[in-house]
């Protein structure tokens, strides 16, 4: 299996983010009006996208917003190996100080 981690753009995300956080609502509900500040991330698995996260940097912090994985790829460690892979490369290239992010209560074990 072949795992890849790379910069996209936001456009890129809206899919994942629609179809794993809010199937039910219009596409648009899935984007951000400051989308076109943000840094996105794919985890590439053969080439498809299973995972995205998007990050928005001020001075020396960073959120991190709609991090999704597809439901079919969740608990496979897809997901954590795009967080890790933002927290330890990205961040250090980037002298983040501070990362912090708003979830949905369901989903605050996850952190």
Same mark, same amino acid.
């Not at 053969?46 to 994985?69: L, P």
């Not at 897809?78 to 967080?83: E, H, I, Q, R």
């Not at 002298?95 to 605050?108: G, H, M």
């Given at each position: 299996?072949?795992? $890849?981690?790379?910069?996209?753009? #936001?456009?890129?995300?809206?899919?994942?983010?629609?179809?794993?956080?809010?199937?039910? $609502?219009?596409?648009?509900?899935?984007?951000? =009006?400051?989308?076109?500040?943000?840094?996105?991330?794919?985890?590439?698995?053969?080439?498809?996208?299973? /995972?995205?996260? /998007?990050?928005?940097?001020?001075?020396?912090?960073?959120?991190?917003?709609?991090? #999704?994985?597809?439901?079919? =790829?969740?608990?496979?460690?897809?997901?954590?190996?795009?967080?890790?892979?933002?927290?330890?490369?990205?961040?250090?290239?980037? $002298?983040? =100080? $501070?990362?912090?992010?708003? #979830?949905?209560?369901?989903? #605050?074990?996850?952190?």
């Amino acid at each position: 299996m072949n795992l $890849k981690v790379k910069e996209i753009t #936001a456009e890129e995300t809206h899919h994942i983010r629609h179809k794993v956080m809010w199937p039910s $609502k219009p596409l648009d509900f899935v984007v951000l =009006e400051n989308d076109d500040s943000g840094i996105h991330f794919g985890l590439f698995k053969n080439e498809i996208i299973v /995972s995205v996260i /998007s990050v928005f940097i001020c001075e020396n912090e960073m959120q991190f917003r709609k991090f #999704a994985t597809l439901v079919s =790829e969740q608990g496979k460690g897809y997901g954590s190996y795009l967080l890790k892979y933002v927290l330890k490369n990205f961040c250090s290239e980037n $002298k983040i =100080e $501070k990362i912090w992010c708003n #979830a949905r209560v369901d989903k #605050a074990t996850f952190y």
